[in-house]
Structure formats: structure tokens, C-alpha cells
């Protein structure tokens, strides 16, 4: 340990950020002699950043500005495309048996449904990578808008589904506009969040998918009434109001989204300044290259890659498996019926929300990525194992309903810690090539585990779904020792960089670091300039985004 320690020092002394398994951080965040944050990414971070020439203060009201403008609109499309996506977990169970149901209506057969949840990340996997390119092409101002009507308009087109097909069809399409949402979102933080700043920022962004669980969850209730309104069932209905909902929030979307640092017309000369000189080597920016073929290789070719990946989509199935089918399971297992099983799904997903603001939060001040993934992971598992033998010994336990219920608040706990893996992964990729192929490929174990987790509950396993209660477990563990081996890949892999072009970070990334310093040279140049000058003299946001494209 100490001998990983000295050379992950050394390394983390040139810009690479490698993280260890102390226990220094967790709790609180280590300090120097001079009273400055002593973690790896505070040193990684002066190291590689120029000396402020800003106030604190100025700092802190642009991070307030980039959480209105930049936060706040990706939380609102990440919950609008959680709930058209999520959305058939609620509508299964409205008018259940009934000849109005989903199932009955479509003549769904065993395992249409499931598969009709998974299709969609089909394309959802295969468009990632092509997102974050047409992300950075158009930027997130006129990206998220565009998808965000295509998919409101194929959700709302679901409602006219007569059969399987129809079905298939419309969820199949649904992944191409929602592919970049999750990836594209992350990596738009990359452009205007330092890594310090990333965890709670994409705990909040994933915190959507609870609020969008939990608006989906009352929203059915309120809408399954409407059933035979219209000519319509119930569950066309829900596609109908939840599809117009994404096509009218677009508009606001596209007027208060940001571009970039360098060319958004949305903040003044001086926050653009700052927006761009507050990184340092190795950040993501507009000036980037942003494909690199060979980014493309090392990215595939790295250990931590599969590491990442693999640690993700472990957690990921779980956590899937568990937003798309908790109402069934307390309908099944726990003997609830449909509004309170739609109601309790609602109130679980309700109380995670905090959780997915303080836990990351917490990550951030500590600087800590490694403990504070695993302990939420290893505290879900008491769920799945109570489940577990709860439906192995149905006649035997004496174990209340009410009491199995609570246990799904054990189980979201793992949620908290998707956005501590991706602030870590995030904080290992150099440049906005790598933050493209990187951020995509672990994304993709989401995508991956969405098509696997529906097939964990199949009706045929109802009511107990042992099968997967018990592979639930065993992914959750896996998950923990594969996660624990990252740091001494990231290692690993610097070391041979630093063996093969004496530098611990990626060249490529040199190279874009030096071409983002005329950026920020003209900006600071052009702030010169308005400062000297008056009103009618002073260079108009056009130029600089002339001089810095």
C-alpha cells in the first residue's frame, strides 16, 4: 500500500488524478501546514490551474449563474426523459386484469413486456457516442430542445399503439432522441464544473430520475381516473400527457440553456474570464479536437475503462431492475394493491432525492470517491437479501409486508452511487475526445443494464422473483471488489504513459491545453480592453466569439 502510495503521488504531481483506498477523507477532508484542502484532487487541481486573478466571491456568483443556467435545465430534461422512458413500470398495473390494461389491450404475451422496456436501449447504446459529438457540433442549447420534442412526440405517438409491434417500434425510436441525455448531460458539466464540483452537481442531475419515478408514480393514479375519458384508456392517456409535457418544456430549454465558456453571449466579458481560466490542464473545452481516433483506442485499450464499466453496469441492473418493477413487486410479494403500490413506489423514490443532494455533496467536500461508493452499495444488499428469503420461505418468515417495504429504502440506497463513480470517472479523462468516448462508455453499462434488468422479473417468477433477488446480491457484491481495483489501473496506465512519452498525462490533452491558452489569453486581453474603455468602446460579445472559437 505505501509503495502504491509514493507512486501514485508521484504521478498525481503531474496533473494525473489516481485516487487509493484511505480511509484519510472520508469522513473530512485532509489539510497542509498551510491550512489549504490537502486531498489528491486539491493538489491535481493547483497544480494545474493558473493563480486566481478573480475574487472568491466572483467565483462562487458564476458557479450560482452555471447552477440556473446549466444545472437547473439539465435536471429538468434528465426528469422529463426519465418519465416518458420509465413510464411503462406505472402503467403495467393500471386496470390490471381488466380489458382496458396495457397488457390486455396490445395482447401483450409472456415477455412482451419486458422486452418492450428493454428495446429502447438498444439504440440508447448504440447513439451515445454520436450524441456527445452532435453535442459539441451544436451545443447543449440547440441539442437537448431538438431531442427533447422528438421524443415527446414518439411517447405521445405510443398512445395510438394497437399491438405488440406498434409498441416495439415506438420504444425502439424513443432511444435515438434520449441516448444523450445522461452522457451529454455529464459532459456538458465537464465544460463548466471543476471536478470538486461534479459530484453533488451529478447526484442532483441523477436525482431526477427519483423525482421523475415519483411524479410518474401520482401521476398514473390521477390519470388512471381518466380512464374511457375521450375514447382513451388510461394508459394512453399517460403516454399523451407525459409526450406533451417534454414538447412544451423545449421552449424554455432552448432560451435558458449556456453554449460554452468561450462564446456564450449569456454572461458578461469578465464571468467568461473566469468560466475559462478556473480550469487548468486536462479540462474539456470547445476548443478541444473532438473526435481523435487514437483517444478513441486508448480509451478502449485502458484496464479502468471495463473497470469503471463493469463496477457500473453492476449497479446499474440493480438499480433498474428495482425503478422499473418495485410497483409490481409490492404488488406481488407484498400483497398491495395498485394505487398503494404506485403511491409507496412514490414516497420510496421521494425520500431518495435528498440522499442523491447530501451524500455527493459530501463526496465533494471530502474529496473522497472510493468508500463512498462502496458503503452505499454494501447497505442495499440487506434489501435483496431479505427478499430473497422472504420468497423462499413464503409459509415460514414472519416477516410483516409493511416491514419488506421498508427494506426498498435499504435498497435505493445504491443510488447515491452512480454519481460518485461518475464524478471519479469523469475526473480521469483528459480533454473533451476522452471525455466523449469515456463518458459514453461507462454511461453505456446503463444503457447495457437496461436491457438485461427487465429480464431479471419475469412474470413466470412472480410472486417471489428469487431469481432475481439472488442474482441482485451477487451483482452488488461484484460490483464493490471490481470498483476497488481502479485505482491501481489508473496507476497502471500512467505509469506506461509516463514510460512511453515521459508525460503522466495523455498528450493529446497537452496539446489541447496549449490551444485553449489563446482563448484564454484573448479573453483576458479583451477584458483589458472593456476596462479601459467606455461603453461605445468596448468590443462587443461577437468579438469574442471570433477570438475564441
Known amino acids: 500500500?505505501?509503495?502504491?502510495?509514493?507512486?501514485?503521488?508521484?504521478?498525481?504531481?503531474?496533473?494525473?488524478?489516481?485516487?487509493?483506498?484511505?480511509?484519510?477523507?472520508?469522513?473530512?477532508?485532509?489539510?497542509?501546514?498551510?491550512?489549504?484542502?490537502?486531498?489528491?484532487?486539491?493538489?491535481?487541481?493547483?497544480?494545474?490551474?493558473?493563480?486566481?486573478?478573480?475574487?472568491a466571491k466572483e467565483e462562487r456568483a458564476l458557479v450560482r449563474k452555471l447552477d440556473l443556467r446549466v444545472l437547473f435545465p439539465c435536471v429538468v430534461i434528465y426528469?422529463?426523459?426519465?418519465?416518458?422512458?420509465?413510464?411503462?413500470?406505472?402503467?403495467?398495473?393500471?386496470?390490471?386484469?381488466?380489458?382496458?390494461?396495457?397488457?390486455?389491450?396490445?395482447?401483450?404475451?409472456?415477455?412482451?413486456?419486458?422486452?418492450a422496456v428493454s428495446i429502447a436501449y438498444f439504440t440508447v447504446t448504440a447513439?451515445?457516442?454520436?450524441?456527445?459529438?452532435?453535442?459539441?457540433?451544436?451545443?447543449?442549447?440547440?441539442?437537448?430542445?431538438?431531442?427533447?420534442?422528438?421524443?415527446?412526440?414518439?411517447?405521445?405517438?405510443?398512445?395510438?399503439?394497437?399491438?405488440?409491434?406498434g409498441l416495439f417500434a415506438a420504444r425502439f425510436f424513443l432511444g435515438v432522441p434520449e441516448a444523450g441525455v445522461i452522457t451529454c448531460g455529464i459532459m456538458f458539466f465537464s465544460f463548466w464544473y471543476k471536478p470538486s464540483e461534479r459530484a453533488i452537481r451529478i447526484g442532483i442531475f441523477y436525482s431526477s430520475n427519483s423525482i421523475a419515478q415519483a411524479i410518474s408514480g401520482f401521476l398514473a393514479v390521477g390519470i388512471d381516473h381518466l380512464n374511457g375519458h375521450g375514447g382513451l384508456k388510461s394508459w394512453q392517456w399517460v403516454f399523451i400527457i407525459e409526450g406533451a409535457m417534454s414538447i412544451f418544456c423545449a421552449i424554455p430549454i432552448y432560451f435558458i440553456l449556456l453554449t460554452f465558456p468561450e462564446d456564450s453571449t449569456a454572461l458578461s466579458d469578465r464571468e467568461r474570464y473566469i468560466a475559462?481560466?478556473?480550469?487548468?490542464?486536462?479540462?474539456?473545452?470547445?476548443?478541444?479536437?473532438?473526435?481523435?481516433t487514437m483517444a478513441f483506442?486508448?480509451?478502449?485499450?485502458?484496464?479502468?475503462?471495463?473497470?469503471?464499466?463493469?463496477?457500473?453496469?453492476?449497479?446499474?441492473?440493480?438499480?433498474?431492475?428495482?425503478?422499473?418493477?418495485?410497483?409490481?413487486?409490492?404488488?406481488?410479494?407484498?400483497k398491495f394493491d395498485t394505487t398503494k403500490a404506485n403511491i409507496y413506489t412514490a414516497i420510496v423514490n421521494i425520500v431518495a432525492v435528498p440522499l442523491y443532494w447530501t451524500y455527493p455533496l459530501h463526496s465533494d467536500w471530502t474529496r473522497e470517491r472510493m468508500?463512498?461508493?462502496?458503503?452505499?452499495?454494501?447497505?442495499?444488499?440487506?434489501?435483496?437479501?431479505?427478499?430473497?428469503?422472504?420468497?423462499?420461505?413464503?409459509?415460514?418468515?414472519?416477516?410483516?409486508?409493511?416491514?419488506?417495504?421498508?427494506?426498498?429504502?435499504?435498497?435505493?440506497?445504491?443510488?447515491?452511487?452512480?454519481?460518485?463513480?461518475?464524478?471519479?470517472?469523469?475526473?480521469?479523462?483528459?480533454?473533451?475526445?476522452?471525455?466523449?468516448?469515456?463518458?459514453?462508455?461507462?454511461?453505456?453499462?446503463?444503457?447495457?443494464a437496461s436491457i438485461i434488468a427487465p429480464q431479471m422479473y419475469p412474470n413466470s417468477d412472480a410472486p417471489y422473483y428469487l431469481q432475481g433477488f439472488t442474482a441482485t446480491v451477487s451483482l452488488l457484491a461484484a460490483s464493490i471488489v471490481i470498483y476497488a481495483t481502479i485505482p491501481?489501473?489508473?496507476?497502471?496506465?500512467?505509469?506506461?504513459?509516463?514510460?512511453?512519452?515521459?508525460?503522466?498525462?495523455?498528450?493529446?490533452?497537452?496539446?489541447?491545453?496549449?490551444?485553449?491558452?489563446v482563448s484564454a489569453a484573448a479573453m483576458a486581453e479583451l477584458h483589458q480592453l472593456n476596462q479601459l474603455g467606455d461603453g461605445e468602446n468596448s468590443l462587443k460579445p461577437k468579438a469574442v466569439h471570433e477570438e475564441t472559437v
Open 127 to 165: 447513439m451515445l457516442i454520436p450524441a456527445t459529438l452532435l453535442l459539441k457540433k451544436l451545443s447543449a442549447k440547440i441539442f437537448f430542445p431538438i431531442c427533447m420534442v422528438l421524443w415527446g412526440a414518439i411517447v405521445m405517438s405510443m398512445g395510438a399503439c394497437s399491438n405488440s409491434g
Open 297 to 334: 483506442i486508448r480509451i478502449m485499450t485502458r484496464p479502468s475503462t471495463y473497470a469503471f464499466f463493469l463496477s457500473y453496469i453492476c449497479i446499474a441492473i440493480a438499480a433498474v431492475a428495482q425503478a422499473t418493477f418495485l410497483p409490481t413487486i409490492l404488488k406481488s410479494l407484498m
Open 371 to 448: 468508500w463512498h461508493f462502496i458503503v452505499p452499495v454494501a447497505a442495499s444488499v440487506p434489501c435483496y437479501a431479505v427478499w430473497t428469503y422472504a420468497g423462499s420461505h413464503p409459509n415460514e418468515h414472519t416477516i410483516s409486508y409493511i416491514s419488506m417495504y421498508g427494506m426498498a429504502f435499504l435498497g435505493q440506497l445504491l443510488l447515491v452511487a452512480q454519481p460518485v463513480l461518475l464524478s471519479y470517472r469523469s475526473s480521469t479523462l483528459y480533454g473533451a475526445a476522452e471525455q466523449a468516448v469515456g463518458t459514453s462508455t461507462a454511461v453505456a453499462s446503463l444503457s447495457i
Open 488 to 517: 491501481f489501473f489508473l496507476q497502471l496506465e500512467a505509469s506506461q504513459r509516463k514510460k512511453k512519452t515521459g508525460h503522466a498525462l495523455p498528450l493529446q490533452s497537452l496539446e489541447d491545453s496549449e490551444n485553449s491558452q
Open 1 to 55: 500500500m505505501l509503495k502504491f502510495r509514493v507512486k501514485a503521488d508521484a504521478l498525481e504531481r503531474e496533473g494525473v488524478y489516481i485516487g487509493d483506498w484511505g480511509g484519510r477523507n472520508v469522513l473530512r477532508p485532509s489539510k497542509n501546514k498551510e491550512g489549504q484542502y490537502d486531498t489528491s484532487e486539491d493538489r491535481i487541481e493547483r497544480l494545474n490551474t493558473m493563480e486566481p486573478d478573480w475574487e
Open 79 to 115: 426528469v422529463l426523459a426519465y418519465l416518458d422512458r420509465s413510464n411503462l413500470g406505472n402503467v403495467k398495473i393500471l386496470q390490471k386484469g381488466g380489458p382496458d390494461s396495457l397488457e390486455t389491450s396490445l395482447n401483450l404475451k409472456n415477455g412482451d413486456f419486458n422486452w
Open 276 to 292: 475559462i481560466n478556473r480550469f487548468g490542464r486536462g479540462s474539456t473545452r470547445k476548443t478541444d479536437v473532438s473526435w481523435d
